[in-house]
């Protein structure tokens, strides 16, 4: 075969491969979407074989092996994505949240800071650092983050949420209350804050901001727009009847909490059912000690 001959079926060869290719990596696109992981995983992986240097293929592989259950794969599938393409934002995202979910936040921090890096106009990724900052009791830190994706996104009520935990770790009652009063006003229907006002105005660590009444209706709207189906919700409305010495009314939906299926397990189970039964004895939820900002935080 001549020279042009053979350099026609190289080319034809890589055509080919390279439709292929495509071909399984849109086919595996389409099943995660229908979350059918058991095909989504097997064309993702038929892409990478056909063409092993897909960053992409590699980032939603991860994305089905996550899915799965399987955080190492997943972690090795996206620190192949990142090696290949150094630039591949989403890599740095969703890895962050493996390391997260290992419990390894300063891996996480690491990684949403270089997501930033690439893209500072993202609130999600300040938000989420924010959150991991708390978790290292950088408060500050947090708090600056938080103030970030407010300022990116003035509606983003997940930041006004992180920054309300920091400010509470400081000691700052009345802006913690400020800000999560706010982002139920910028998304009435995000559940979590209601429960976060509803959790400090039961269990605050300072008696000045107890407001039973008020616990009791905050926690009901979070219920409400989980379809009672959220067993922490349900024990933060329980710890609220109970703040206001209702005590039949905490037994009961401390029961629910429990009955959820799938829901609590493990040693949070064990701490419900310890908490049922101080509401059966007539006790009210466990003072709340109030956390003590870090060094360099005060």
Known sequence: MCRVGLLLVILLSCVLDARAAESAFNRGKAALERADL???LASFSEAIR???DDAAAYGYRAIVRSGKGNWDGALADLDTAIRLDPNLESAYVNRSVIHARKGDRRKAVADLTKAIRLNPNVSDYYSERAGHY???REYDRAIEDATRAIKINPKDSAAY???AVAHIAKDNFPAAVADLKTAIQVNPNDPHP???LAAFLATGPDSKFRDAKA???YATTACELTRWNQPQYLS???AAFAASSDFRSAVRYQKMALAVPDGLSGESRKVSQEVLQRYQEGKPFPETVPK???KGNK
Do not use: H, V, W
């Open 292 to 294: 003590s900002p870090s």
């Open 194 to 196: 209601y429960n976060a």
């Open 236 to 238: 933060t409305l329980a």
């Open 38 to 40: 058991d095909t989504a």
């Open 161 to 163: 949420d992180q920054r």
């Open 134 to 136: 708390t978790s290292l």
């Open 215 to 217: 616990a009791i209706g």
């Open 50 to 52: 056909e063409r092993p």
